[in-house]
């Protein structure tokens, strides 16, 4: 009997409207468009604008294109995974609030947390679903609105971050496509670089933490800058190797968006031109959870049935990992 694996069979999306450019970033803090272009290689970053609109929206749009365009009905999907650091509230979980406004009866969720790599991780956790056997069709969302964490007076972190969401659909296949293997990796001693000091219980929402502005990311940026590389780098190789994978057969790396000189540095270990990576950081910032499968989205037509693909992330924690998956249909 044919091995069950679980494979990507569609793609939604949601981006806002709202185009924040580092020209208008450039009247907050002190930088320019140069200085973000040289160092990070982003343009410009969506931000979602509307009052009382939140993650849990981006999410439900995301799933629901993503359901018309796989002629899937609602009540088909077994579970609901969602990938955030940026929840609509601490409870409930803004899976549980996805699943109602997408009208998803049938199935359970929850929230997975593993920052930028979030998505990978949730990937990989509703691949294991698939492969028992017992579950047919999982939507895995990517969603962050990191505007509701960005400290727009901090030059350091205020240029990196954008929003948005795109949900992919997993069903089971015994033709040796979809996902093959991943690797994954945490570390704790990463919980110092990159954070968020308060709203939690170790140090809850004051007077004091407000005042501090400790609800806001912080980071390390030098720090932070040397594990992606080296973490990301090696995870990516350490899978191709594994696998026999050269750069001659491998079809797409789509690395987490969150620096283009750490997509560089990555590219360059694996061994791999510019044109197999995945690229959409000029537009979009780093979305954190939704990187990874907003590039999917993005180079969707240009995918083809059994394409080698690597995915690779690193994220607070520390959090890393990658994917080797063959593409399972084509446009």
């Not at 296949?173 to 990159?194: A, C, M, P, Q």
């Amino acid at each position: 009997m044919a091995e069950i694996r679980a494979a990507i069979t569609g793609i939604g999306a949601f981006l806002p409207e709202y185009r924040l450019t580092n020209e208008e970033i450039s009247t907050m803090v002190e930088t320019s468009d140069e200085w973000i272009m040289q160092r990070i290689g982003i343009k410009e970053r969506r931000i979602l604008k509307e009052s009382g609109k939140a993650t849990s929206d981006m999410g439900t749009a995301a799933v629901l294109q993503l359901l018309e365009k796989t002629n899937t009905k609602p009540e088909e999907i077994d579970l609901l995974i969602c990938a955030t650091i940026t929840p609509d509230r601490p409870l409930p979980a803004t899976a549980n609030v996805i699943s109602r406004k997408a009208r998803l009866t049938h199935a359970w969720s929850f929230d997975l947390n593993a920052a930028c790599s979030g998505f990978v991780f949730a990937l990989t956790t509703a691949s294991s679903f698939i492969e028992t056997g017992k579950y047919k069709k999982i939507i895995v969302v990517g969603a962050d609105m990191m505007s509701a964490i960005t400290d727009y007076t901090d030059r350091s972190t205020c240029p990196l971050f954008g929003d948005g969401a795109a949900a992919v659909l997993l069903e089971p296949t015994s033709e040796g496509l979809g996902v093959i293997d991943h690797i994954n990796h945490t570390d704790g001693k990463g919980r110092h670089y990159l954070h968020m000091k308060a709203g939690g219980s170790k140090r809850p929402a004051s007077i004091e933490t407000i005042q501090n502005r400790e609800h806001f990311v912080h980071q390390d940026g030098q720090t932070v800058f040397k594990y992606a590389v080296s973490r990301m780098a090696d995870v990516a190789v350490e899978i191709m190797k594994k696998h026999d994978i050269t750069p001659e057969n491998l079809a797409w790396l789509v690395p987490h968006q969150a620096n283009m000189r750490i997509i560089d540095a990555v590219a360059r270990r694996m061994g791999i031109s510019p044109d197999q990576v995945m690229i959409n950081i000029e537009k979009y910032g780093n979305t954190t959870a939704a990187t990874i499968p907003l590039c999917l989205y993005d180079y969707e037509k240009q995918l083809k049935k059994g394409d080698n693909i690597i995915l690779a992330a690193f994220g607070a924690g520390f959090t890393w990992g990658s994917v080797y998956l063959k593409w399972a249909y084509n446009s």
